[in-house]
């Protein structure tokens, strides 16, 4: 093999990588994007439930307490904490 033989080859094989890198960085992103929408999921069921729970306080003739509306705002402010976190990475 002469020298521009072996010299098209490594470039080949440097595209190659190059390509292999951004499948990666790509893959990289999906899974971020998928622990986005995994965690607000999570916490939107979360705050659901939590609304469910005071709505059934309120049907047996009792009210929400301030604790109540605290633990809805703490999971949104999570969310808001964990997606500005995950910005940062990207």
Same mark, same amino acid.
């Given at each position: 093999?002469?020298?521009?033989?072996?010299?098209?080859?490594?470039?080949?094989?440097?595209?190659?990588?190059?390509?292999?890198?951004?499948?990666?960085?790509? +893959?990289?992103?999906? =899974? /971020?994007?998928?622990?986005?929408? =995994?965690? /607000?999921?999570?916490?939107?069921?979360?705050? +659901?439930?939590?609304?469910?729970?005071?709505?059934?306080?309120?049907?047996?003739?009792?009210?929400?307490?301030?604790?109540?509306?605290?633990?809805?705002?703490?999971?949104?402010?999570?969310?808001?904490?964990?997606? =500005?976190?995950?910005?940062?990475?990207?």
């Amino acid at each position: 093999m002469d020298l521009y033989e072996k010299a098209q080859d490594c470039s080949d094989k440097a595209r190659e990588l190059q390509l292999e890198l951004i499948e990666l960085n790509k +893959s990289k992103l999906d =899974n /971020i994007e998928d622990d986005f929408d =995994n965690l /607000i999921s999570y916490q939107e069921k979360l705050i +659901s439930n939590q609304k469910s729970f005071i709505d059934l306080q309120e049907a047996k003739g009792g009210s929400a307490s301030v604790s109540d509306y605290d633990g809805m705002i703490d999971a949104q402010n999570q969310i808001i904490s964990y997606l =500005n976190g995950k910005r940062q990475e990207l």
